[in-house]
């Protein structure tokens, strides 16, 4: 009973997530520029995976069924803690960036560079956010199925950050190449001064 509660809390923070995409997906600039559907079709195969182990119960088979770690409560708080932290910073980002988000690697008609709220640090939030909610799930799961879960999301939406940030590079030059060197890719970098003006990421 205790950890079908646990479960149940642990899902707060994404019901929160996918409440707040499907309010805001639509007002959003139109697109001029896109990434090749096979790259998009490819990122989504993975992601969906990912998910799929993460929240699926019947992904419990073989060793991804086994533990990676004892079945403590606080490890599954401090899990629940991370979802919450995760979801928050996504969706701050997805604020921030406002209607130049796009769910695949576009360019938006006027598109703008954004350098407010957690953009001021790392290139990619919604990723952060999205990497640091699915490990708290994965300790609250504390199964080896979270594990790999998390590690076809780093490389799915590190891959996709990398086309994002070569569009931009091609679309603002210099003022990305800048904006590039003083954040992080995906978490903030050890010695880091925001700078001032206007630059900022896509995703």
Not at 42 to 56: D, E, Q, W
Not at 62 to 76: H, K, Q
Request: aromatic share 12%.
């Amino acid at each position: 009973m205790r950890s079908s509660i646990i479960w149940n809390i642990a899902m707060i923070p994404w019901y929160a997530f996918g409440a707040y995409w499907l309010m805001t997906a639509l007002r959003v600039k139109r697109t001029k520029a896109r990434e090749r559907s096979l790259d998009r079709f490819l990122t989504v195969v993975v992601v969906v995976a990912a998910y799929t182990l993460l929240f699926s119960r019947w992904m419990r088979i073989g060793p991804l069924r086994l533990r990676f770690l004892p079945s403590d409560p606080w490890i599954a708080y401090l899990g629940i803690a991370l979802s919450f932290l995760g979801a928050g910073i996504s969706i701050s980002a997805r604020y921030c960036i406002g209607e130049y988000w796009s769910a695949r690697v576009t360019l938006k008609q006027g598109h703008q560079l954004i350098r407010s709220g957690p953009y001021a640090y790392v290139r990619h939030p919604i990723y952060t956010g999205m990497l640091i909610a699915c490990m708290g799930t994965a300790l609250v799961g504390g199964e080896w199925r979270g594990v790999l879960a998390v590690g076809l999301l780093l490389a799915a939406h590190s891959r996709k950050a990398m086309r994002e940030e070569a569009m931009l590079t091609r679309e603002f030059g210099e003022q990305y190449t800048s904006y590039r060197q003083s954040t992080g890719f995906l978490f903030p970098r050890l010695l880091h001064r925001p700078g001032m003006g206007t630059p900022a990421s896509h995703s």
